[in-house]
């Protein structure tokens, strides 16, 4: 079963809902970046919050980012996702290895630690939009529900999870997000609170079988299910030699003369999917070429105008 999501409607339109599986995106995200079970397990929750979050976007130009920092070993995690399924991801630190908590459970909160999470959204608007709360629990799901309450004034229920097995891939991945809508009633509000108490967690629903519908269906048990949308979701990265090229163009002068005379070929590492890109010495002293043609056009435009 590929990875995908669903937005839903419940109780009359008085809830809205997204449920996804991310079980093969965030396998390619554990093999990409070699990620231990915990930065496994952080990093998957990230993925599949941040593609329900970019589903709830209007448009396929915009872009969301969910960004965390903390003080723990992890430091952070930096995912963006558009509102068509795509995401893409990394850690600041792949490796963490810390004691599973008294549950036995993986301790993402611990791996973490207090720190802050950030959502940017980009719209095409002259300034981008941005809102930064304090981490609660470091657990994500937890941290989003906060979020939705304390910057968007939408009182939400957010659950994620992944279950890594022994040979650490990924067993299964997914999660949901239910919001409450500004007419829902008290007894709407009332059935939702005790089916979440009810509830298994994701990573149980997901081991039973449960597709995203499913999910809903137990998270919104009695509540008249209505699926609006279905979305493909994959870590899909826009990466390409062009790009890296456009930054390399851009660096100061004395960057890229230092490149060319230690006379050894460079290779660049995509943040997000690991991908490598090698430029041979002749390679980046052809960007410098385009580097100084680009700069003493500018001074020439300068020049004209000045006259």
């Given at each position: 079963?590929?990875d995908?999501?669903?937005?839903?409607?419940?109780?009359?339109?008085?809830?809205r809902a997204?449920?996804i599986?991310t079980?093969d995106t965030?396998?390619?995200?554990?093999s990409?970046?070699?990620?231990?079970?915990v930065?496994?397990a952080?990093?998957?929750?990230?993925?599949?919050?941040?593609?329900m979050?970019?589903?709830?976007?209007k448009?396929?130009s915009?872009?969301?980012?969910?960004?965390?920092?903390?003080?723990?070993?992890?430091q952070?995690?930096?995912?963006?996702a558009?509102?068509?399924?795509h995401v893409k991801?990394f850690?600041n630190v792949s490796?963490?290895?810390?004691?599973?908590k008294?549950?036995?459970k993986?301790?993402v909160g611990?791996?973490?630690?207090m720190g802050f999470?950030?959502?940017m959204?980009?719209?095409?608007?002259?300034?981008p939009?941005?809102?930064?709360?304090?981490?609660?629990t470091?657990?994500?799901?937890?941290?989003l529900?906060?979020y939705?309450?304390?910057?968007?004034?939408?009182p939400?229920?957010?659950?994620?999870g992944v279950?890594?097995?022994?040979d650490c891939s990924?067993?299964c991945?997914g999660?949901?997000?239910?919001q409450?809508?500004?007419?829902?009633k008290?007894?709407t509000?009332?059935?939702?609170?005790?089916n979440?108490?009810?509830?298994?967690?994701?990573t149980?629903?997901l081991?039973e079988?449960?597709?995203?519908?499913g999910?809903?269906n137990?998270v919104l048990?009695?509540?008249?299910?209505s699926?609006?949308?279905?979305?493909d979701?994959s870590?899909e990265c826009n990466?390409?030699?062009?790009?890296?090229?456009k930054?390399?163009?851009?660096l100061?002068?004395?960057?890229?003369?230092?490149m060319?005379?230690?006379?050894k070929p460079?290779?660049v590492?995509c943040?997000?999917?690991?991908?490598?890109?090698e430029?041979?010495?002749?390679a980046?002293k052809a960007?410098?070429?385009?580097?100084?043609?680009?700069?003493?056009a500018?001074?020439?435009?300068?020049?004209?105008?000045?006259?």
């Amino acid at each position: 079963m590929n990875d995908y999501m669903i937005r839903a409607t419940a109780a009359g339109e008085q809830l809205r809902a997204f449920a996804i599986t991310t079980k093969d995106t965030a396998e390619f995200a554990r093999s990409a970046h070699n990620t231990s079970p915990v930065v496994t397990a952080a990093l998957g929750r990230m993925l599949s919050g941040a593609a329900m979050m970019g589903m709830m976007m209007k448009d396929s130009s915009d872009l969301l980012t969910l960004q965390v920092r903390g003080e723990g070993p992890m430091q952070g995690i930096t995912v963006t996702a558009d509102n068509a399924g795509h995401v893409k991801g990394f850690p600041n630190v792949s490796d963490v290895d810390i004691p599973l908590k008294e549950n036995g459970k993986l301790d993402v909160g611990g791996a973490l630690g207090m720190g802050f999470l950030r959502v940017m959204m980009d719209t095409g608007a002259k300034e981008p939009y941005v809102g930064t709360v304090e981490l609660q629990t470091g657990e994500i799901a937890e941290d989003l529900t906060y979020y939705f309450a304390k910057s968007e004034q939408t009182p939400s229920a957010v659950g994620l999870g992944v279950l890594v097995d022994k040979d650490c891939s990924v067993n299964c991945s997914g999660g949901f997000i239910v919001q409450l809508l500004p007419d829902a009633k008290e007894e709407t509000i009332s059935q939702l609170e005790e089916n979440i108490k009810n509830i298994k967690s994701v990573t149980d629903m997901l081991k039973e079988g449960k597709t995203p519908e499913g999910i809903l269906n137990e998270v919104l048990k009695g509540m008249d299910v209505s699926v609006t949308e279905k979305c493909d979701v994959s870590f899909e990265c826009n990466c390409s030699r062009d790009r890296i090229e456009k930054s390399l163009i851009s660096l100061p002068k004395e960057d890229l003369e230092d490149m060319i005379n230690e006379g050894k070929p460079i290779e660049v590492r995509c943040q997000f999917c690991e991908k490598k890109y090698e430029f041979s010495v002749d390679a980046i002293k052809a960007l410098n070429d385009i580097r100084l043609a680009a700069s003493l056009a500018r001074k020439n435009i300068v020049t004209l105008g000045g006259e």
